[in-house]
């Protein structure tokens, strides 16, 4: 019975600091692989050399890779994800009017005039009162 037996207690607190930074480390890097590569696929300006090439390099040689790419591309990294973000909203926003526009009969005209006005408030040619007051005179008639 000479054998020891390490317990919890036996594992001392800068230990267990250490292995939570080196877990939150290792999280941070697969978190910024997935961003990298989706970067790479999101971009269409990068060919399918370039994008194979990149993809590669992050993958065989991971942590260079990764610095190397957002030294390299990572100014534009936000501007892509901007405008893959505003063309999906652009994509639900005519869904939604091709949907509100081809409901049952007398549907169509309120959602166009309720578009519409809800246009001119986000450019500020309307109040909020005189949007309410014009939104409720379309709802009624």
Same mark, same amino acid.
């Given at each position: 019975?000479?054998?020891?037996?390490?317990?919890?207690?036996?594992? /001392?607190?800068?230990?267990?600091?250490?292995?939570?930074?080196?877990?939150?480390?290792?999280?941070?890097?697969?978190?910024?692989?997935?961003?990298?590569? *989706?970067?790479?696929?999101?971009? $269409? @300006?990068? @060919?399918?050399? *370039?994008?194979?090439?990149?993809?590669?390099?992050?993958?065989?040689? /991971?942590?260079?890779?990764?610095?190397?790419?957002?030294?390299?591309?990572?100014?534009?990294?936000?501007?892509?994800?901007?405008?893959?973000?505003?063309?999906?909203?652009?994509?639900? $926003?005519?869904?939604?009017?091709?949907?509100?526009?081809?409901?049952?009969?007398?549907? *169509?005209?309120?959602?166009?005039?309720?578009?519409?006005?809800?246009?001119?408030?986000?450019?500020?040619?309307?109040?909020?009162?005189?949007?309410?007051?014009?939104?409720?005179?379309?709802?009624?008639?």
């Amino acid at each position: 019975m000479s054998d020891s037996l390490y317990l919890a207690y036996d594992y /001392p607190l800068l230990g267990a600091f250490w292995t939570m930074m080196w877990i939150f480390l290792w999280i941070l890097w697969i978190i910024l692989l997935f961003r990298v590569i *989706g970067d790479v696929f999101r971009d $269409d @300006s990068l @060919s399918g050399w *370039g994008k194979t090439g990149w993809t590669f390099f992050v993958i065989i040689t /991971p942590f260079l890779g990764i610095f190397v790419y957002l030294i390299a591309r990572g100014r534009d990294m936000g501007k892509r994800e901007q405008q893959s973000a505003r063309a999906r909203q652009e994509s639900l $926003d005519a869904y939604i009017r091709q949907t509100a526009g081809s409901g049952t009969t007398g549907t *169509g005209g309120h959602a166009d005039e309720l578009a519409k006005l809800s246009e001119l408030k986000t450019r500020g040619d309307l109040t909020e009162t005189e949007f309410q007051h014009a939104k409720e005179k379309v709802l009624s008639s």
